[in-house]
């Protein structure tokens, strides 16, 4: 793993910068808020909740991220005010629901289908703020950074089915996207996988019988940092009791190269995509 220190000095390029957050109103996207906030950025909020602070440079739109119409308002706003959408910080997100061995029936005793707002919420509206921000980003001379909030699920055995399912989608979504963005788009996106974190998510007071959580404002400062720091780009700050590692380049991309060697299915897909070119294929 490669460790990364954080220093207050890293957020100064975020002055004035415009950033849109998703999940804003509590945890770690509240946590962000005010950091951003205190480093003289512009922010607009969109949550189901109000986020519990006014300020000068806050504007807030009421956002269900399972919306599409609700998602493109805020992005709206945020433009409409702003002027432009520097960076986004796709962070709303559920705990989990279901372990897909729930057994549910209807009054006639057919099975229901499984709970998927988890997915509905924690990727299918990760993607879409992602497409959003993209949108805005690639009319801009200047881009932008996207930043998701995956977790230290995405890369582990957990038994909380269809968050675990979904996380894992979060740091794909990462990945598919890091080859198609900067350079050939002046975007970039990466992830953040905090471990266990005192948020509304989890109680906090069952945890730390186990295990010393981290704050939110601290694992802020991640997200914060890969927003100011252009030179990062498809990866993956794992924290953890405060400490921050980027693991997607130094430890989970090099694992999967020991596996696969030198024929990626990035590289195959590339250059079956040159060949249909050649061919005068389209996609169809």
Not at 82 to 91: I, K, M, P
Not at 182 to 201: C, F, K, V, Y
């Amino acid at each position: 793993m490669t460790e990364v220190q954080i220093e207050d000095e890293d957020f100064a390029s975020l002055r004035n910068q415009a950033v849109v957050i998703t999940g804003g109103s509590s945890g770690i996207g509240l946590a962000t808020v005010k950091l951003l906030l205190d480093n003289g950025a512009l922010v607009a909020v969109g949550d189901v909740n109000e986020p519990p602070l006014q300020h000068p440079n806050l504007i807030f739109q009421k956002t269900n991220i399972a919306s599409w119409g609700e998602l493109s308002a805020l992005f709206k706003s945020a433009k409409s005010n702003y002027g432009r959408v520097d960076h986004v910080f796709a962070n709303a997100g559920i705990s989990g629901r279901t372990t897909y061995l729930e057994e549910n029936f209807d009054a006639n005793g057919e099975l229901l289908e499984p709970d998927d707002l988890v997915n509905q919420i924690n990727l299918k509206g990760c993607a879409n703020t992602c497409a959003l921000a993209i949108h805005y980003m690639r009319r801009q001379e200047t881009g932008g950074s996207i930043v998701v909030t995956a977790s230290a699920s995405s890369f582990q055995r957990f038994r909380l089915v269809d968050y675990t399912m979904a996380k894992h989608g979060v740091l794909g979504l990462i990945r598919g996207l890091q080859p198609l963005l900067h350079p050939q788009l002046p975007i970039r996106i990466n992830g953040i996988s905090p471990s266990w974190t005192a948020t509304g998510l989890a109680p906090k007071e069952f945890i730390e019988m186990v295990i010393p959580t981290q704050t939110p404002a601290v694992v802020a400062r991640s997200v914060a940092l890969l927003m100011a720091d252009e030179m990062r780009h498809g990866q993956l700050i794992y924290s953890v009791q405060g400490k921050f590692s980027e693991i997607e380049e130094s430890v989970l991309l090099p694992a999967a190269k020991t596996i696969v060697g030198d024929i990626s299915e990035d590289l195959v897909l590339t250059k079956v995509q040159a060949a249909a070119a050649n061919l005068g294929l389209t996609k169809n």
